[in-house]
């Protein structure tokens, strides 16, 4: 009841605004770059996928082993040799170019995390593994990380356990229904979403690692309006796999991106269009929704508590076993 109480007082305020009352509007911007990020949470929400209170939700990248070690917050990811393994450590920190580590044979690389104030929250290290079978793996000294504390990258060959390759591979179109909980104001009470769309494959299923289904809404979503909870649902990425994403896009091609799309047949992907990501920040008294352009990774937000700024939303599924 709390909860839903002030998810309504949310929406509540941000409605209190709207285009009838323009001129009464603050000078405030519409747009803000993206620069700061609380790197533990992007780094943890990388690998794993939480709830609203920060609750373990599912496993995304990395599973234990417990034929290697019983501690469940050890996990461990089969990669072909080290320049996959490092694909990984690239993809888990946060996308600052000064901060990015130097592909070198000097490790280990260890890397600072920072709040969005610039506060330190700890270490996270990557280094080559000594013990056979393993390639490398990413220690961590982070008092606030929750669910694991180490991830190990396993050879392939080495894998302890059966692995059986997915059924869908990269750029297959797969038709999910799935359903999210929303609060209509005009009902004033909690309403079952039901939708139908198609994902393309822009991850096949690996050892240790889930299938990443990607789509793009064909509606675009006011922040404001009930759409609103698609956003902060499971089914849209946090800004690490937002990067992820654009990560898989780029590396397969765009233009050739453009057409998997396409044949989805739902949002189109476009160079200079911006999708939400669930993902907000609070600049004195203005709310800023996060979007992340695909063609170049750019993140910028959009001013949401005065303004009604509306674009497709980037959706993902990423917990299943097939």
């Known amino acids: ?31 803000q770059d993206v620069t700061a990020f609380d790197d533990l949470e992007y780094f943890q929400e990388y690998f794993i996928n939480v709830d609203s209170l ?12 417990p034929v290697y070690d019983e501690d469940t917050t050890h996990i461990f990811i089969g990669v072909e040799d080290i320049e996959e393994a490092l694909t990984y450590w690239a993809d888990c920190l946060p996308p600052i170019d000064e901060i990015r580590p130097l592909l070198s044979d000097n490790y280990p690389y260890t890397y600072t995390l920072t709040d969005e104030q610039g506060a330190t929250q700890g270490t996270i290290s990557f280094a080559p593994s000594t013990e056979p079978g393993f390639v490398a793996d990413i220690t961590t000294d982070l008092p606030g990380l929750r669910h694991f504390k180490k991830v190990t990258f396993v050879q392939n060959d080495s894998w302890p356990v059966d692995f059986t390759e997915g059924q869908y591979h990269f750029g297959d179109v797969r038709t999910f229904t799935f359903t999210y909980r929303a609060f209509d104001l005009d009902l004033f009470n909690w309403v079952t979403c039901v939708r139908t769309m198609k994902f393309v494959c822009l991850r096949e299923k690996g050892r240790g690692v889930k299938p990443l289904y990607v789509a793009i809404t064909p509606d675009e979503i006011n922040i404001k309006d009930v759409g609103y909870y698609l956003i902060i649902s ?15 896009i780029d590396d397969y091609g ?27 920040s609070f600049y004195f008294f203005c709310k800023y929704w996060h979007a992340i352009r695909l063609f170049d990774g750019d993140m910028d937000s959009w001013e949401c508590g005065w303004k009604s700024p509306e674009k497709h939303a980037l959706l993902k599924i990423d917990w299943l076993d097939e």
């Not at 089914?235 to 937002?242: D, E, N, T, V």
């Not at 233009?255 to 993902?279: P, S």
């Open 234 to 248: 499971d089914y849209c990425p946090c800004q690490s796999k937002a990067k992820m994403i654009y990560r898989l």
């Open 1 to 31: 009841m709390f909860l839903a109480f002030m998810a309504f007082a949310a929406l509540a305020i941000v409605g209190c605004s709207n285009d009838d009352n323009e001129t009464e509007q603050p000078d405030v911007p519409e747009l």
């Open 54 to 65: 920060g609750n373990f939700a599912s496993r995304s990248i990395g599973i234990p082993l």
């Open 254 to 280: 765009f233009t050739n991106a453009i057409d998997l799309f396409k044949r989805a047949g739902e949002g189109e992907l476009k160079h200079d269009q911006y999708y939400w990501y669930d993902e907000s």
